[in-house]
């Protein structure tokens, strides 16, 4: 049996800051109250400009507060690499702040995303206006058609569509099972897809209330062309994520280079409870 690789509690990172962590979760939870509050309101106005201009207000203060009161500055880098045109992000996601920092960096982006959010109240009504294409967690054939007609639309729009391949919160050191949703896209619209690798884990570990202040890293990598094979880009995209976020990891930690275990995803040790 394969040993998860020891992420070190210091090192090059900053112990957490309980004071810091306390401070963010006050700004966190008022900033997400306020402005879905608004965006809800707006949503009754038609087309999407207005809940569009209030989400884009909110994930800017949520990073402005990651960075004041969390201690979690966020360096961007690749952004040369970023295509012209239309083209789907794939992230790796470690933390709930991947996606106020990727959504961050463009003005209009479509997201994937799981049934999950639409527990918190008033949400599904915020991520319908928006236009974010919501999919069974649990993935399926339904979760499979559902992610293609809603990515259809967005498509249609020409808005770039973020999703994570992952479909789940991943620990630093561990990955999930790649899915293939992000593949179908990539054939079905004919588009580049970006790869996007990070460290932010290091400092917001999944969605821990503890954070280390420092400075984490995202980085778009080079596009995927069009035209590959189902085997080739899956290869080719877990290939470029897991190994650009395993050097991310070290050179935060000054650790060495360690590679990810693939360990079950929550569903799949969920079946696997319910089955023995």
């Known amino acids: 049996m394969n040993r998860l690789p020891d992420i070190p509690a210091e090192g090059r990172l900053a112990p957490f800051s309980r004071p810091r962590s306390l401070a963010f979760a006050a700004a966190y939870w008022t900033l997400s109250i306020v402005y879905c509050l608004a965006a809800v309101i ?7 400009k207005a809940t569009g201009w209030i989400i884009r207000r ?6 402005q507060a990651m960075r004041l009161l969390a201690g979690i500055r966020t360096e961007v880098r690749g952004r040369e690499r970023l295509p012209d045109g239309g083209f789907i992000v794939a992230a790796k996601h ?29 949400m599904s009504t915020v991520l319908r206006k928006l236009g974010a294409i919501v999919v069974n967690n649990c ?32 620990k630093v050191g561990e990955k999930f099972r790649y899915r293939s949703g992000v593949w179908h896209m990539y054939r079905d619209f004919d588009m580049p897809v970006v790869p996007v690798a990070t460290n932010l884990g290091l400092f ?10 420092g400075t984490a890293t995202i980085e778009f990598l080079e596009p995927l062309p069009t035209g590959l094979g189902k085997e080739e880009f899956m290869a080719g995209l877990e290939a470029a994520i897991e ?16 590679p990810a275990v ?3 995803t929550p569903d799949e040790l969920r079946k696997a409870a319910q089955a023995s």
């Not at 707006?42 to 999407?48: K, T, Y």
């Not at 470690?94 to 008033?122: C, I, N, R």
């Open 42 to 48: 707006a949503a009754v106005l038609p087309g999407r």
């Open 58 to 63: 909110y994930v800017r203060r949520m990073v």
């Open 94 to 122: 470690q933390s709930w702040g991947d996606g106020y920092t990727v959504y961050d960096q463009f003005p209009d982006l479509a997201f994937v995303t799981g049934d999950h959010l639409e527990k918190f109240p008033l």
């Open 139 to 170: 993935g399926g054939h339904e979760a499979r058609a559902a992610l293609k007609r809603r990515a259809a639309d967005a498509h249609a729009e020409g808005r770039r569509i973020l999703i994570y391949p992952e479909g789940n919160l991943a």
């Open 204 to 213: 917001w570990p999944q969605e821990q209330f503890l954070k280390h202040p």
């Open 243 to 258: 190994g650009r976020t395993a050097e991310l990891v070290a050179e935060a930690t000054g650790q060495p280079v360690t």
């Open 262 to 264: 693939q360990v079950p």
